[in-house]
Nanobody, 126 residues
Framework: QVQLVESGGGLVQPGGSLRLSCATSGFIFDYYTIAWFRQAPGKEREGVSCSASDGNTHYADAVKGRFTISRDNAKNTVYLQMNSLKPEDTAIYYC????????????????????WGQGTQVTVSS
């Protein structure tokens, strides 16, 4: 069955960096978009970034220039490198699998994705 497992979260000071990983299995990785979402307490889940199999990527305005998404097809894994972290980046970060066109002209919203990981907590605080 489809599985996505996030890792790499933790506590970091403002200005610091973290790299999240999303290890996947149960489907042909090369054919699908993998996206990152986050959800802070009391807020809706929001899109962070996505990576399509053809190389398309998209980023939320709030993270452009600070976060970088990448995928390793040999390991069926997507990474999210997060630099210059801010307290407002604090959230649970989830990865999700979707059809490739979900990351074509823009990033599709969360309700379109059917498969999700369990999430990893990122806390940015001094």
């Amino acid at each position: 069955q489809v599985q996505l497992v996030e890792s790499g979260g933790g506590l970091v000071q403002p200005g610091g960096s973290l790299r999240l990983s999303c290890a996947t299995s149960g489907f042909i990785f090369d054919y699908y978009t993998i996206a990152w979402f986050r959800q802070a307490p009391g807020k809706e889940r929001e899109g962070v970034s996505c990576s399509a199999s053809d190389g398309n990527t998209h980023y939320a305005d709030a993270v452009k220039g600070r976060f970088t998404i990448s995928r390793d097809n040999a390991k069926n894994t997507v990474y999210l490198q997060m630099n210059s972290l801010k307290p407002e980046d604090t959230a649970i970060y989830y990865c999700a699998q979707g059809f490739d066109y979900y990351c074509s002209t823009s990033m599709s919203p969360a309700y379109r994705y059917n498969y999700w990981g369990q999430g990893t907590q990122v806390t940015v605080s001094s």
